[in-house]
């Protein structure tokens, strides 16, 4: 085997892949026909053959502009994807919370170039974006909710279909509103079952609404840690709080409430759950209602309320509550110190 030529007048690695981070349609275009992508953009020899053979340690070795070394003799599977068994694929892309800026390229050219794309989004720019992408393809599941139904049983009804347009041959694209995992039984539970039948299946991350929390209002969950809790489930569930850690309560403005609606939710638990909440972190603790910006040049919907004061009219379905610490977290000196991480200042 011969060491990969580095010296060439083409594109490189480098310029390739950026240039595909930026273009969707390029990328939607190389994931279905690679070489003609490779071709016209010019990529050099060496990444040609890295990049379709899979070949990660030479990829690295030419993106960091290292030596590179010798090709392996067995060829890996092509483009490092480990293809299914079977015909039918599952892609599960996120639309982000806010579609204009959020959308990932990578969802995008999914979107674009499967035959299929079903979703289930609430921001008309996210369902036009899809639509306009995917004319004939393009089929929206907000139909399986219907008012007052147990949302368990929609969400079986969109895993049926889902598994069926794959396992008619059809490469099946669902799009899912923020991350699409994130509160998406449906999007798991599909690609478990398509897994189990030797169907490729798999999910991409997307931008969720407790990203944007992070971002609107300018806390890092690594300073004290960060408890994500569903509502109802922090309600019903024996569950140890830590009151020295930030808490995220998703689906406050449906706590107790496992029916569809399209409207406002029954919320006659809201009362049990502020008082679990006061239990843990003080009454007069202050706690944040937030809801993220779903359109451009909007501000996010910030209001702080002191947990005795909550009342289901300051929540909506889109609503989540951020409870920040209320305690001082205790350091274990002793290991510190001997793990070097602590100096006594009384000491000096
Ligand atoms: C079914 S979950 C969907 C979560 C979504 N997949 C994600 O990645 O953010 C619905 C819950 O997400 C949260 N949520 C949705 N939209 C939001 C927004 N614009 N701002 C804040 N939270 C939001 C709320 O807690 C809401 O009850």
Redesign the pocket.
Known sequence: MTAPNTASADVSLRQFLSRLSVEPMALAEFLQDPRSVIKRFALDEPGRTALTHGYELQMWELLLRLPVTPWPEADGAANGQAAGSQHGSLTVV?TG?RTLGQLTAEAIAWMKVSDTVLYAVVDPVAEEVIRTLNPAGALSLMGYYVENMARDLTYEAMVNHIVSCVKAGQRTCVA????PG???YPAHEAIRRLRREGFQARMLP?V???D??FADLGVDPARTGCQSIEASHFLLFDKTIDATSALIL?????VGDNTYHSGRYKLDAFPLMASKLSDVYGGSHVATV???A?LPGMVPRVKQVAIENLTPDDVT????LYVPPSKRRVLNRELASRLGLYRDRRKR
């Open positions: 996120g919370i899912l509103y923020g991350h994130i509160f998406a997307g969720s609404a407790e944007c929390l998703w689906q406050v403005g449906a937030y809801e993220a779903i379905p889109a609503s989540t």
